[in-house]
């Protein structure tokens, strides 16, 4: 019984890359499902510890270090949220490489429709949905509350910030960011690596590499090329 206690223990152990915001709320999700955050890695050497017990690991450096030093396997899941969703994929993969596995995380909290796929690293939060046929990209964040209506398709590192609405058949690209309680309307297309402001509603397609918002949306000004930072 003691072996297998141990076992169960090993396989719901779990590091976060980020120690800030988005892990508090990831590591509330996950303790529901008895799931212990045993790790936190974060670039920032002025981090403060985001919960008393805390040991956060500094850098890619100290990743290494705290890789010498494990004896079971593990899962991962990236906290990094807002428009950083190359640097949620560059850590994923990482981590990955180094053995660890990304999970598939859904709150129990929220409602993912049984034909939905989900990807490696991706993330639906508390209250969330996501409906039929949905498709979901690796470290893809639906967070808080956020809809994801019948077969939207959503790339690699995408953002659907707290309270935002896509209707059915959305379309979005690589690393873009959908702010808080946004409204993207049905068979749009928004390009890769943009933002769509908080409380926008998007009545027509977004392109690549742009900063949109108001009602409707409008496209304010270009991003620079590779404009996200490193975490």
Known sequence: MADETQSLEAERR???WGATGHAKVLRESLAISGFEVTALFDNNPNV?????DACVWQGE??????????RDAVWCLVAVGGHRGA?????QSLMVQSGLKPLIWVDPRA?????????????????????AEVRLGEAVIVNTRASVDHECELADGVHIAPGAVLCGLVR??????IGAGAVVLPRKTIGRGSIVGAGSVVTR?????VVA?????RVVRRLPPDSEPRA
């Open 213 to 217: 918002y108001g009602n409707p949306a």
């Open 111 to 131: 409602n993912v429709a049984q034909d939905a796929r989900l990807s490696a690293g991706s993330q639906v939060l508390m209250g969330a949905c996501v409906g």
């Open 61 to 70: 450096a100290g990743f290494r270090d705290w890789l010498r030093g494990i």
């Open 205 to 209: 397609d977004i392109p690549d590499g």
């Open 172 to 177: 979005v690209g690589t690393d873009t960011m």
């Open 14 to 16: 779990t590091v976060l």
């Open 48 to 52: 403060p510890l985001p919960w008393p």
């Open 87 to 91: 640097d949620r994929r560059r850590l």
